[in-house]
T-cell receptor, first 114, second 114 residues
């Protein structure tokens, strides 16, 4: 596989469930990101990982818990979510340090909280 | 917080017409990127502009970075139905934590009617 792969593509979960989103990149990049995309809002950066270390947490509620076991894999663990958390969750990777790199995004997980 | 304003928000044109979309901010960016996103997919990088005043061409798409590196425009010549999608601009800055962050605008939703 190439690029950035996200699973599952679609997820419906109840407010009391626990689920995890998975992201895998095959590009040799050393930075990975979680973004949230809601209707009528810009993409919101949630977490940044550089060389497996979390460097940014943009005031994300604790019901979202990221995990980066190595530079190729990124998880987003979800528990006790709210209906307003329904959105498209996008994972991206990049090669930091060059100053003009682009991000490669996965296709996203469409999450619906019921 | 850097804010990127994109205009127009929605644009519907006939095949063969020309169009320009704008991305404006009061902040200076290290670089500015344009992405296109199709329904159900993640954004795909089109171009990165780095130098103030820089112009880049990608077939029928022309991208320009403002002299002060605060704004950018995307011009499409002879639009085709395949150009339909959400066009996102994103500015790159160095965060207080020392990592680079990409801040997105809300996007311009373009529909090209055959």
């Amino acid at each position: 596989e190439t690029g950035v792969t996200q699973t599952p593509r679609h997820l419906v979960m109840g407010m009391t469930n626990k689920k995890s989103l998975k992201c895998e990149q095959h590009l040799g990049h050393n930075a990975m990101y979680w973004y949230k995309q809601s209707a009528k809002k810009p993409l919101e950066l949630m977490f940044v990982y550089n060389f497996k270390e979390q460097t940014e947490n943009n005031s994300v509620p604790s019901r979202f818990s990221p995990e980066c076991p190595n530079s190729s894999h990124l998880f987003l663990h979800l528990h006790t979510l709210q209906p307003e958390d329904s959105a498209l969750y996008l994972c991206a990777s990049s090669q930091e340090g060059t100053g003009s790199w682009g991000y490669t995004f996965g296709s996203g997980t469409r999450l619906t909280v019921v | 917080t850097q804010l990127l304003e994109q205009s127009p928000q929605f644009l519907s044109i006939q095949e063969g017409e020309n169009l320009t979309v704008y991305c404006n901010s009061s902040s200076v960016f290290s670089s500015l990127q344009w992405y296109r996103q199709e329904p159900g997919e993640g954004p795909v990088l089109l171009v990165t502009v780095v130098t103030g005043g820089e112009v880049k061409k990608l077939k029928r798409l022309t991208f320009q970075f403002g002299d002060a590196r605060k704004d950018s425009s995307l011009h499409i010549t002879a639009a085709q139905p395949g150009d339909t999608g959400l066009y996102l601009c994103a500015g790159l800055t160095l965060s207080g934590a020392g990592s680079y962050q990409l801040t997105f605008g809300k996007g311009t939703k373009l529909s090209v009617i055959p």
